[in-house]
């Protein structure tokens, strides 16, 4: 089974800072994916790679940026957190994009609250 | 956006039916996947169509009409542990679009 995972389940920082949030996978997937889920707006792409250093912004990319140096690994980082970017954080990977008839595998999810 | 549309909340009763129904714009489309969701965990893929029609996969069916952009998630026999949140996600080549999701509350 494909494992996708998080580092931190809960987080708490404050305005201004600017916060990292790391996602691993496990089975060597080309894509990986940033989404933000809040109540009533359901999950919404932030940006997306689909290979080291390969990146592209999703639809609400404003006040993040992404880093993948390492196939496994995608980073979303705040630049400078604020208010209105506390929310539920989820990442996502498939193998590459000729698989992308297949379902997206999701970390547990990040929820971040800037203070 | 690319604007889909499924109702915010469904309640039912233990071992009843229940139909859950998503629309979406037709350009573009690729395939529709359905996700369920429990509170405070990840997604989990259910089905995905392409083609018109009727999938079946045990107590969970999924049903899709490319021409009319029209998809629904039908639960059989529903159980406690169906009380859960339903996401329809529409495919665009390698995004998906999803819409805000369904709560399904089952009552006992």
């Known amino acids: ?115 | 956006g690319q604007n889909i549309d499924q109702p915010t909340e469904m309640t039912a009763t233990e071992g009843a039916i229940v139909q859950i129904n998503c629309t979406y714009q037709t350009s573009g489309f690729n395939g529709l996947f359905w996700y369920q969701q429990h509170a405070g965990e990840a997604p989990t893929f259910l089905s995905y169509n392409v083609l018109d029609g009727l999938e079946e996969k045990g107590r969970f069916s999924s049903f899709l009409s490319r021409s009319k952009g029209y998809s629904y998630l039908l639960l059989k026999e529903l159980q406690m542990k169906d009380s859960a949140s339903y996401l329809c996600a529409r495919r665009d080549d390698y995004k998906l679009s999803f819409g805000a999701g369904t709560t399904v509350t089952v009552r006992a």
């Open chain 1, 1 to 115: 089974d494909v494992k996708v995972t998080q580092s931190s389940r809960y987080l708490v920082k404050r305005t201004g800072e600017k916060v990292f949030l790391e996602c691993v996978q496990d089975m060597d997937h080309e894509n990986m994916f940033w989404y933000r889920q809040d109540p009533g707006l359901g999950l919404r792409l932030i940006y997306f790679s689909y290979d080291v250093k390969m990146k592209e912004k999703g639809d609400i990319p404003e006040g993040y940026s992404v880093s993948r140096e390492k196939k496994e690994r995608f980073s979303l980082i705040l630049e400078s957190a604020s208010t209105n970017q506390t929310s539920m954080y989820l990442c996502a990977s498939i193998p590459g994009q000729s698989y992308s008839n297949q379902p997206q595998h999701f970390g547990d999810g990040t929820r971040l609250s800037i203070l």
